[in-house]
């Protein structure tokens, strides 16, 4: 006896599906960030400035410093550092340059500012101890946290200042 299998879902709708989940998660994503900004003050249009500028900021880095390189790795390693497997690059450089990635910490350093400046507008100068011992309690549980990899630079766990920020804040 033969067996039919009959599948109850045809190519077209798992396409259709698909289509679905990729334009849905986005929009999702893009309604949280913008409901978050719209309760920080900025209307939506901005919102959508200061995300477009930050994923396309993140492309950029501004060269700082340069350091020169203590660590001499001649074939790829891996170094495993709060449960994840970081490859790290041979180089044949002997310096390494020091950068600050615009969209990861210009553009949120210049919105933090101008919170502040807003913040101090509306409440008076009452607002500034409570600001500055944020950043501080955030500052140093970070710095506690971070632990250089050679060859590849300063790594934190992902979720623990986000959390910071939300605790603090």
Do not use: D
């Amino acid at each position: 006896m033969k067996r039919v299998v009959w599948n109850p879902y045809s190519m077209l709708l798992f396409i259709i599906f698909i289509v679905i989940i990729l334009v849905l998660v986005p929009l999702l994503f893009l309604s949280i960030i913008g409901a978050t900004f719209a309760k920080l003050g900025f209307s939506w249009l901005e919102a959508l400035i200061i995300l477009a500028a930050t994923l396309l900021g993140s492309f950029i880095n501004i060269p700082v410093n340069k350091v020169q390189n203590t660590s001499q790795i001649s074939k790829w390693e891996y170094s495993p550092l709060y449960g994840r497997l970081y490859r790290i690059v041979p180089s044949e450089h002997e310096t390494t340059t020091v950068a600050v990635n615009l969209g990861g910490a210009v553009i949120p350093t210049l919105i933090s500012i101008y919170l502040l400046v807003e913040g101090v507008i509306l409440s008076g100068l009452a607002f500034v101890p409570v600001f500055i011992m944020g950043i501080f309690v955030v500052t140093v549980i970070t710095n506690r946290v971070a632990r250089p990899v050679p060859g590849l630079g300063i790594a934190t766990p992902f979720f623990i200042p986000p959390s910071l920020l939300f605790s603090v804040g």
